[in-house]
């Protein structure tokens, strides 16, 4: 059974803070990561991808990984009440199967002004 | 650009009832899902078709659901008989290939079985 597990929250954070968020996965074969941010009553929409370990950095999204712990995790910078909504973290494994995302249950963030 | 269609986005009816939940994909995606959200479960995939073939239903709960895509723009989800425990969010979503590309989301069905 290929998991992945988020703290479900709520995190909180004041405003201007950096939010971190934290999730980790069961399948050592996975390739492609992903951060989905959901706002309250819509869809899911992709705002990061990583696919190598390290750093990537987009604007105020910093998504890292760590293949070796099965770990990857979101920085939010300079948080601002826009962003408080839930986060979840998906994963694909490669080759076969590659279109199988596996989304985790997500971490609702507020972030306080 | 319109981005996936869903319809409808809520859907109120009672245990026993069929229940069809409709989707447009993006012009020129080739690969579709349907997945279903609900709090205890979060997002789980349901069905993937690509080029209008399922290829994966192994997500589909039960005999009761059924999804087809007749043409490139068109997919149904459909459930016969729905249950109460049918309630979530249904979610259809589509890319351009089922690799790593992009995934979008259509906006939703709420579905609400008495």
């Known amino acids: 059974q290929k998991e992945v597990e988020q703290n479900s929250g709520p995190l909180s954070v004041p405003e201007g803070a950096i939010a971190s968020l934290n999730c980790t996965y069961s399948?050592?074969?996975?390739?492609?990561f992903f951060w989905y941010r959901q706002y309250s009553g819509k869809s899911p929409e992709l705002i990061m991808s990583?696919?190598?370990?390290g750093d990537k950095e987009d604007g105020r999204f910093t998504a890292q990984l760590n293949k070796a712990s099965q770990y990857v995790s979101l920085l939010i910078r300079d948080s601002q009440p826009s962003d408080s909504a839930t986060y979840l973290c998906?994963?694909?494994?490669?080759?076969?199967?590659?279109?199988?995302?596996?989304f985790g249950k997500g971490t609702k963030l507020s972030v306080i002004p | 650009d319109a981005g996936v269609i869903q319809s409808p986005r809520h859907e109120v009816t009672e245990m026993g009832q069929e229940v069809t939940l409709r989707c447009k994909p993006i012009?020129?995606?080739?690969?579709l899902f349907w997945y279903r959200q609900t709090m205890m479960r979060g997002l789980e995939l349901l069905i993937y078709?690509?080029?209008?073939?399922?290829?994966?239903d192994s997500g589909m709960p039960e005999d009761r659901f059924s999804a087809k895509m007749p043409n490139a723009s068109f997919s149904t989800l459909k459930i016969q008989p729905s249950e109460p425990r049918d309630s979530a969010v249904y979610f259809c979503?589509?890319?351009?290939?089922?690799?790593?590309?992009?995934?979008?989301f259509g906006s939703g069905t709420q579905l609400s079985v008495l």
């Open positions: 012009s020129g995606h080739n690969s």
């Open positions: 998906a994963v694909r494994p490669g080759g076969a199967g590659s279109y199988q995302l596996t």
């Open positions: 078709f690509n080029n209008n073939v399922p290829i994966d």
């Open positions: 990583i696919y190598s370990n």
């Open positions: 979503a589509s890319s351009r290939t089922g690799g790593d590309e992009k995934l979008f």
């Open positions: 399948d050592r074969v996975s390739q492609s």
